[in-house]
């Protein structure tokens, strides 16, 4: 069996790994000269197997109308109000927040990732790759006795139902396990803890897989061109094409994250992805901290990776364009140094990148519309940490 996949991001490479594995022929085509380079380097790095929370819920938006009503320029998520795109995201948003749905997300999002961390330990057992990795644990922090109260619950099912070991902690002993948190300026109430979730760089991880794929396996390769279009037969897609080039297969998988919409387009097709930009600061200054810390005020992350720290957040609904808005960046810089106030951002390298996201927060992963058409995307804020259970599936369904 002959495959293409198109997009060499994280999921992307993760899918052909897969798929080669199974003796399947895969050609991934990337239009960058290497792999990873779009979200899956701009993202927070944070393999956050445990942080579960559907992005479409009461809680979220309590939040959001509260901001937004405040101060929309200042809020974590800002909005291209002329785009009827995000209208119709946020019909299918609303009714994903309904508790049934949210529960039925939640389960759904547990399970998958459950799978990915099952994969994970099993690909990095197997394989050499360097990418940075640590289990340094997650913290979210929270401010208000409601929202620590339920996440302490739904810590509780986790632990009983899935034996994860996450605890609540007031916050002198999250204190004692970070003690960078003791130059924390905000006085957050309590901590979750959970000490199987960790870190790694995602692009490192990604351009070392290829390497793999095209070292170690012979059914494998990767040409990196642009995909333009696509030539149908009947019910089925027979080729791409790049400029100058057509390529047949028996199977077309489609991993292109926020891009997959453009893609979807050359064939009349869409899927209910809609693009979210969101900025990634990197510093030397790593003020001493160890653990991932989620701060749900600010709706921010910190992350230690190797000698630096990512501090990641803002979700920019503004379509198809990943480009840095320097009064979002400052945003950011601001929300970060009022947690930290001794964070030297003078010496900065930033990125930004389109999280691929849907209402429910399940990643859309199987056949779509076509006989041989896939998708595996739509990852949102977690397609490094869902990537392996996603793409090992999507194998399984292929196979
Ligand atoms: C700021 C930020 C922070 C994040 N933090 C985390 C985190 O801490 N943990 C976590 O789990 N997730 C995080 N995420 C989410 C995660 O990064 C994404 O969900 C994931 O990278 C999506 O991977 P992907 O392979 O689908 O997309 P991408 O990495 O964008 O890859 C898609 C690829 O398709 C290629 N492509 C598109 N169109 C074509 C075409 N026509 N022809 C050929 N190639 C094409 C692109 O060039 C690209 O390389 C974060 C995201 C952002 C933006």
């Known amino acids: 069996m002959k495959a293409i996949v198109i997009g060499a991001g994280i999921i992307g490479t993760l899918t ?47 939040k959001f109308v509260k901001n937004f009503c405040q101060d929309n320029d200042r809020n974590h998520s800002s909005i291209d109000l002329k785009d009827p795109e995000f209208y119709k995201f946020a019909i299918r948003y609303l009714n994903n927040m309904r508790f049934k749905n949210y529960s039925f997300s939640r389960e759904r999002l547990i399970r998958t990732s459950l799978k990915s961390r099952q994969k994970f330990e099993e690909l990095i057992a197997e394989e050499n790759i360097e990418f940075d990795y640590k289990q340094n644990g997650k913290m979210q922090l929270f401010y208000d006795k409601e929202s620590f109260m339920q996440a302490k619950f739904f810590a509780k099912k986790l632990i009983k139902e899935h034996d994860i070991p996450m605890q609540g902690f007031p916050k002198s002993k999250a204190i004692e396990i970070e003690p960078a948190l003791n130059k924390f300026q905000d006085n957050f109430l309590g901590t979750i803890f959970s000490p199987i979730d960790g870190v790694g760089d995602c692009r490192k991880f990604t351009e070392e897989l290829s390497n793999i794929l095209k070292t170690k396996f012979d ?63 990197i510093t030397d200054n790593n003020i001493g901290l160890k653990t991932n810390i989620t701060d749900s005020k600010r709706k921010i992350v910190y992350a230690p990776i190797g000698d630096k720290l990512k501090i990641s957040g803002l979700m920019d609904f503004k379509g198809l364009n990943a480009e840095i808005d320097p009064d979002r960046l400052n945003l950011l810089k601001s929300l970060a140094k009022s947690g930290f106030k001794d964070l030297n951002l003078e010496n900065i390298e930033v990125k930004s990148g389109l999280r691929p996201i849907v209402a429910d927060s399940i990643p859309i992963v199987g056949k779509y519309e076509l006989d041989n058409l896939y998708l595996n995307t739509g990852h949102g804020m977690l397609g490094w940490t869902l990537s392996f259970g996603t793409a090992f599936n999507l194998a399984e369904i292929i196979s």
């Open 219 to 281: 059914n494998v390769r990767f040409v990196h061109e642009n995909v333009i279009n696509f030539i149908k037969d009947g019910n089925k897609v027979k080729a791409i094409q790049t400029r100058g080039n057509q390529y047949e297969a028996d199977k077309f998988i489609i991993t292109g994250g926020a891009y997959s919409n453009e893609i979807l387009k050359k064939i009349s097709l869409k899927a209910p992805i809609y693009p979210c930009r969101g900025y990634t600061i």
């Open 16 to 62: 052909a790994y897969y798929l080669a594995k199974k003796g399947i022929n895969v050609t991934v085509f990337e239009r960058n000269d290497k792999c990873g380079a779009e979200a899956s380097d701009a993202n927070a790095s944070q393999l956050s197997f445990t942080y579960l929370n559907p992005i479409a819920s009461k809680q979220n938006f309590n």
